[in-house]
C-alpha cells in the first residue's frame, strides 16, 4: 500500500474546520464520528439535515430558504436549497481589516497589495459607478483581462449588483472573444491596453476596438491602463465617446456596498 505524501499532525486535526463541524454535529445530534468516513456515512443517510447544518456552520450571508432537497434520490437531477437567495460578492467582502486580500506580482517584478479594507473601498466605487452607468441586477458586465487586481474588483463590484460577470483572457482571438460575448450581450466592458507575456509586449487596443466594434450591446469601455506607455489615443477616445480610463471610471467617493 502506498504511504500518502503528507498526513497532518494530531494538533492540526484537532484544530481544523472539520473537526470544529463534526464536533457541532455531535454534540447536536449525540453521534460520534470517530474518522470522516462515519461523517460522511451520515452525510448521505441525512442529506437534508447535514447540508443545512453546514450552510449554518459556514456564516454564509443570504436567505437559504425552506427547502433544502428537490429530487435528492437523483444524480444528476438533483436540486439544492432551490429557494436560497445570496450575494457571492457580500460574502467575499465580509472580512475587513489591514490583511492582505490579494497580492500581484507580475513577470517583470511589479508587486501591488490590497488589504481588504482597500479591496472593499475599490468595489464600493467601481459599485458605484457600474451603477451610474446604468448597470442593475441581470445586466451582463464582462472583460478582456489578465489575472490583475482591478480584474478582482471589477467582477466583485459587478457581482454586487447582482449583474453577471463574464471574463476572457486577452490573449484570446477576436472571434474568440466574440464567440463568448455576443451570447450574453455585455453591457460594460472593461479592457486592458497591453500585456506581458515570456518578456514580450503585446498591445491589445485595436483587437480591443474590433471586438467592442461588433458588440452593438456594450455601452461603456472602460480601459485599464495596465501598460503605462500605451494610453487610451486621444483620437479614438474622441471617436468613441464611450470610452474612459478606470481612474476616470471611479470618479466617486463611495465607501459602501449595498447588495440587493
Known sequence: MTE????????????????????????????????????????????????????????????????TLIDGHLMPGATWFPDAQLNFAENLLRKRGPDDALVFWNE?????????????DSVARIQHALMAAG??????????????????????????????????????GVQGVLDRFTQIAPKVLFAVNGYFYNGKLVDTRDKVREIVARLPTVERVVWVPYVADHPVRADARAAVLRECEWQDFITNSASEITFP
Open 108 to 120: 517583470q517584478g511589479d508587486r501591488r497589495r490590497l488589504s481588504f479594507d482597500q479591496l472593499h
Open 4 to 67: 500518502p505524501l503528507w498526513t497532518p499532525t494530531a494538533d492540526r486535526i484537532a484544530a481544523s474546520r472539520i473537526t470544529a463541524f463534526t464536533d457541532s454535529l455531535s454534540k447536536k445530534y449525540c453521534q460520534r464520528f470517530p474518522d470522516y468516513w462515519s461523517l460522511w456515512r451520515w452525510s448521505i443517510a441525512n442529506k437534508e439535515v447535514f447540508w443545512r447544518e453546514l450552510w449554518d456552520f459556514c456564516g454564509i450571508l443570504g436567505d437559504r430558504g425552506e427547502r
Open 135 to 172: 448597470v442593475s441586477a441581470g445586466d451582463r458586465v464582462a472583460s478582456v483581462l489578465p489575472n490583475i487586481p482591478e480584474a478582482t474588483v471589477a467582477m466583485l463590484g459587478a457581482t454586487s449588483l447582482g449583474a453577471v460577470w463574464s471574463s476572457s483572457s486577452p490573449d484570446f
